[in-house]
């Protein structure tokens, strides 16, 4: 028991004697180092230089370590900036995208020089029987009657159909129940555009071209004004087909409307007819005595 007892402080008093003769002895001048000392030092110099080397590796590893989780915790904040501004430059886009929309819509109600009010499309109904959508005033009003037009920046839209306070339902123009009077903006010539009803295409027939008419593919058809419901000049769709035939006196001719519905988000209704149409567009050769109505090439009062 006492034996152990002794090992024990053996053990302490080198434990602290070596160290302080390393040290001592390191700190020495090399020149005035004694035997014993210059031992020491030879003894604890790749000792002190390996305990060097793994502390500056030690070091080193640690740092790396620290620097590797500030680089993981910037690129996380990275990320997370970078989604918050791309989902902020995705609103600004779309901001930017509905005002230019809102900015044309402005510029054709100015343009219209007509009582006009802005809608916003709410619903589509486009079956196989009717091509029609839904839209909502921005105010409600007693306004809003059947045959009103409706316009958008790109071209004619259709027509109200019903309204319900600050709803109402509008007929497309490729609806087979629609009809508008237009003239080829290039040649002037005259037709009547119906819708086809077609449950698989936007397409309208264009009827009562004559055969000595001149038209071609990809003209644009513009509203005619003639009857005053529609204001003049305005795209109503582009020929996509054109086919004399041998007998008769018409052209067969199609064209696709000049407006996409299926992009289509905001209109305007016109409430009453242009304040500076022409007289003469009253009297134009095809109207209906006394009614201003158009009367189609082929007899019929036209639907414009």
């Not at 929309?101 to 802005?118: I, P």
């Amino acid at each position: 028991m006492n034996l152990k007892k002794y090992r024990d402080i053996a053990v302490v008093i080198l434990a602290l004697a070596v160290p302080f003769w390393f040290l001592r002895a390191s700190m020495r001048d090399p020149k005035t180092v004694s035997g014993p000392d210059r031992l020491i030092v030879t003894i604890a110099t790749p000792i002190q230089h390996f305990a060097a080397m793994l502390a500056h590796g030690l070091s080193n590893l640690w740092g790396d370590y620290a620097y590797l989780v500030d680089v993981k915790q910037d690129n996380a904040r990275l990320a997370s900036d970078n989604a918050r501004l791309r989902e902020r430059v995705h609103k600004l886009e779309s901001l930017e995208e509905e005002n230019h929309r809102l900015k044309r819509l402005l510029d054709l109600k100015t343009n219209l020089r007509a009582d006009a009010m802005s809608a916003q499309v709410i619903g589509k109904n486009t079956n196989d029987f009717f091509r029609v959508i839904r839209v909502t005033l921005d105010r409600e009003s007693r306004d809003i009657g059947p045959n009103l037009p409706v316009l958008s920046p790109d071209g004619v839209v259709g027509t109200t159909v019903k309204s319900a306070g600050d709803t109402v339902d509008v007929r497309l123009v490729v609806d087979a129940g629609s009809g508008v009077d237009v003239i080829v903006q290039r040649t002037g010539a005259r037709g009547f555009v119906r819708g086809t009803g077609d449950d698989s295409k936007y397409l309208c027939n264009v009827e009562y071209f004559q055969r000595t008419d001149e038209v071609e593919v990809g003209d644009v058809l513009v509203t005619s004004g003639v009857g005053r419901r529609f204001p003049r000049g305005l795209p109503v769709g582009t020929v996509t087909q054109v086919e004399k035939r041998d007998f008769g006196m018409y052209q067969k001719v199609l064209a696709a409307p000049a407006v996409d519905f299926s992009r289509l988000e905001e209109v305007l209704i016109v409430t009453s007819p242009p304040t500076d149409e022409p007289q003469a567009a009253r009297n134009a050769p095809g109207s209906v005595p006394g009614t201003g109505a158009a009367r189609a090439p082929g007899g019929a009062p036209s639907k414009n």
